[in-house]
């Protein structure tokens, strides 16, 4: 399996710019969180979904912040207007529900700079 | 609630001395609790987990943990560090009745020095 992917992997925009980041998860695996993580404010976890429903988006730090899960291996985080203290690295993941007693798997990051 | 501490920004060691990276946890029942490891420009990679059982868990790359439940603690320890283990290493934990949500501690930076 090519585990999870992410893209882009380097994104650098202007404030006001909408960005958009993706997410493969792991094919099976009905679990997909989506992670930020920042020197200050280290691994927070935004939102997760499970069999493509929100469940959880009390980590979503404001209205400028969407995300959407329209099939089991497809989701997408955006932002919209972007500002500069957005500037963090993105980290999508994904689990098995019960199978491995939840280890998460993790894409390699979107490293997003709003300048 | 569930929360991980992870008391040490910083670990600096030797190679070939023993490397050890503290943790503690709080959950409201049982917990789960997870190891995991960051290189640069990298993602998080799994190492080890602690569920049930033996409280001396192995894992990945040689290193292992104890799980500790009176001082409610899970430790990760490597008998003899390697430069090639400086990372930033996590500890995480969830709730055996959240069948969802882990928490992640801030982060310890492991730097073996040759």
């Known amino acids: 399996d090519a585990g999870v992917i992410q893209s882009p992997r380097h994104e650098v925009t202007e404030m006001g710019q909408e960005v958009t980041l993706r997410c493969k998860p792991i094919s099976g695996h009905d679990y997909l969180f989506w992670y930020r993580q920042t020197m200050m404010r280290g691994l927070e976890l935004l939102i997760y979904f499970n069999n493509n429903v929100p469940i959880d988006d009390s980590g979503m730090p404001e209205d400028r912040f969407s995300a959407k899960m329209p099939n089991a291996s497809f989701s997408t985080l955006k932002i919209q207007p972007s500002e500069p203290r957005d500037s963090a690295v993105y980290f999508c993941?994904?689990?098995?529900?019960?199978?491995?007693?939840?280890?998460?798997?993790f894409g390699e990051g979107s490293r997003l700079t709003v300048l | 609630a569930q929360s991980v501490a992870q008391p040490e920004d910083q670990v600096n060691v030797a190679e070939g001395n023993p490397l050890t990276v503290k943790c503690t946890y709080s959950v409201s029942g049982n917990p789960y609790l997870f190891w995991y490891v960051q290189y640069p420009n990298r993602g998080l990679q799994f190492l080890l987990k602690?569920?049930?059982?033996?409280?001396l868990v192995k894992g990945s790359y040689g290193f292992e943990a104890e799980f500790n439940k009176s001082q409610t603690s899970f430790h990760l320890k490597k008998p003899s560090a390697l430069v090639s283990d400086s990372a930033l290493y996590f500890c995480?934990?969830?709730?055996?009745?959240?069948?969802?949500?882990?928490?992640f501690g801030a982060g310890t930076t492991v730097t073996v020095r040759a």
């Open positions: 995480a934990v969830r709730d055996m009745r959240n069948d969802y949500k882990l928490s």
């Open positions: 993941a994904s689990r098995l529900q019960g199978g491995n007693t939840g280890e998460l798997f």
């Open positions: 602690y569920i049930t059982g033996d409280n």
